[in-house]
C-alpha cells in the first residue's frame, strides 16, 4: 500500500492504478518527451504523485495509461 512506504525503503512492489498521466517535454520541441508525470491510486484509495524521467520514460511511453 502507498501508506507503506517509507524512505528507508529501496525495493518494493505496488499494485496502483494510473489516475492522471501528463508529458514534459522540451522547451519549443513539443515531440521531445523528457519525461512523465502520473497520479497514482491503490485500492484503499490513498494517491501519490511519482515522476519518470530519461531513459526509462521510453520502455514505459507506450505502455502506460490512465485507466
Sequence with gaps: MISDLNPNMEDYTLKVRIIRIWKFTSWGNPNDVRG???VLIDEKGDRIECNVDRP???KWDKVLEEY
Design 36 to 38: 512523465f508525470g502520473m
Design 56 to 58: 526509462h520514460n521510453i
